[in-house]
């Protein structure tokens, strides 16, 4: 697609229940970046794929979060026995990377995953 | 990782130039500056980004004075719409890998008619 993609846009959950997050990025783009954002809040910083790895998971708040991205493509983040802290929009972005040229890595957002756990 | 510091909001008339200061005393030698803007209910979109000196696209101007320990953000005859939230990041574009993009929680700004 042109954007990057997210879904589902809405989830309203039990709290304990699992949810998995979709996101689908650029063609072509290399990074990936999962952030939650809770209202009024800025951006909390989640986990970064680069391809399929993760070089850095440390963002994930608990064990219960859990993200993986396969094909170098779509990632999904899932959220085990959510807790009603968990609520919040989840934001995914994805960028070129580093091409070793005149690159700004700009990230490219979704429009969000909006969590509301009950 | 260089840390930011912006104010927390900003409120500004139709018409009138709007400056935004970010600082980032602790900016690297291979660290960029790059602004986001965000709409609610959007997500954050790239406004401009530079190293040193003075940066002008369409939309804004970006100042950086020679020790590049803060940076300016500036609006020209700021509309209604630009009423939103603007975050500053520091980070070495080349090196992504190591790089957590930290936003922060950004200025909020609001446009009075």
């Known amino acids: 697609g042109a954007g990057v993609s997210q879904s589902p846009s809405n989830k309203v959950t039990e709290k304990g229940k699992d949810v998995e997050l979709r996101c689908d990025p650029i063609s072509g783009h290399t990074a990936l970046y999962w952030y939650r954002q809770s209202l009024g809040q800025g951006l909390e910083f989640l986990i970064y794929f680069q391809g399929n790895s993760a070089p850095d998971k440390s963002g994930l708040p608990s064990d219960r979060f859990s993200a993986e991205r396969t094909g170098g493509s779509v990632s999904t983040l899932t959220i085990q026995r959510t807790q009603q802290e968990d609520s919040a929009v989840y934001l995914c972005?994805?960028?070129?990377?580093?091409?070793?040229?005149?690159?700004?890595?700009?990230?490219?957002f979704g429009e969000g995953s909006r969590l509301t756990v009950l | 990782l260089a840390k930011t510091t912006q104010p927390i909001s900003m409120d500004s008339y139709e018409g009138q130039e709007v400056n935004i200061t970010c600082s980032h005393n602790n900016i690297a030698t291979n660290d960029y500056i790059t602004w986001y803007q965000q709409f609610p209910s959007q997500g954050p979109r790239f406004i401009i980004q530079g190293y040193k000196t003075k940066v002008t696209n369409e939309v804004a101007s970006l100042f950086i004075p020679a020790d590049r320990k803060s940076s300016t953000l500036s609006l020209p005859r700021v509309s209604l719409s630009d009423t939103a939230v603007y975050y500053c990041?520091?980070?070495?574009?080349?090196?992504?890998?190591?790089?957590?993009?930290?936003f922060g929680t950004g200025t909020r700004l609001t446009i009075i008619p």
């Open positions: 972005a994805s960028s070129l990377g580093w091409t070793g040229g005149i690159n700004t890595g700009e990230l490219f």
């Open positions: 990041l520091v980070g070495d574009i080349g090196n992504f890998g190591n790089e957590k993009l930290t």
